[in-house]
């Protein structure tokens, strides 16, 4: 079965660090673009950040500087890692994967989120 | 990069269709048939719906239905359910975003 399950969210303090994981089962993460998307409370959705299968890392302006996407492909899992949170990073964080070639553009598997809340 | 437009909410009785708009540009939804779409129930993680403006995934009702018409796209919910109540988002490929893709604002959608 395809699955992604996200890890790591909790509270933490502004200026603060956490890393989050997303563990993939059923697929391997290095073949298809992977991505973190957050949603803030009561907000809408927001693309964080994008690693397509070659390598290549993309980020909001809003994190570029702060967070860093990378993934393990001997654990076939995804990270982000996260610094100098502030407030306004407390959302809802789902990581999500690519389609296949004909789905490329559109996110066909979402894990169920982890939570981080940034506050003192 | 600005989110692509989408209204608040839109309503309907059970049966009824609905039709939910998302405007981009020409950079965006204007310029690609990489248009998505996803329903959010409150509390779940987000369901793709519709892909390239009006393709199904294998599994997702056919009361569900997508088109596209200059730089705005739309989702056309016909024979509406209960438990279509839900969030909807769309979402672009863009050339002027530094990720590549943007989601519109979300619509509620509301079956009275």
């Known amino acids: 079965e395809v699955q992604l399950v996200e890890t790591g969210g909790g509270l933490i303090q502004p200026g603060g660090s956490l890393r989050l994981s997303c563990a993939a089962s059923g697929f391997t993460v290095s073949t298809y673009y992977m991505t973190w998307v957050r949603q803030a409370p009561g907000r809408g959705l927001e693309w964080v950040s994008l690693?397509?299968?070659?390598?290549?890392?993309y980020y909001a302006d809003s994190v570029r500087g702060r967070f860093t996407i990378s993934r393990d492909n001997s654990k076939n899992t995804l990270y982000l890692q996260m610094h100098s949170l502030r407030a306004e990073d407390t959302a809802v964080y789902y990581c999500?994967?690519?389609?296949?070639?004909?789905?490329?553009?559109?996110?066909?598997?979402w894990g169920q989120g982890t939570t981080v809340t940034v506050s003192s | 990069q600005s989110a692509l437009t989408q209204p608040a909410s839109v309503s309907g009785s059970p049966g009824q269709s609905i039709t939910i708009s998302c405007t981009g540009t020409s950079s965006d939804v204007g310029a690609y048939n990489y248009v998505s779409w996803y329903q959010q129930h409150p509390g779940k993680a987000p369901k793709l719906l519709i892909y390239d403006v009006s393709n199904r995934p294998s599994g997702v009702s056919n009361r569900f239905s997508g088109s596209k018409s200059g730089n705005t796209a739309s989702l056309t919910i016909s024979g509406l359910q209960a438990e279509d109540e839900a969030y909807y988002y769309c979402s672009s490929y863009t050339t002027t975003s530094p990720l590549d893709y943007v989601f519109g604002t979300g619509t509620k959608v509301t079956v009275l």
């Open positions: 690693i397509y299968s070659g390598g290549d890392t």
């Open positions: 999500a994967r690519g389609g296949d070639y004909f789905q490329r553009h559109a996110c066909t598997v």
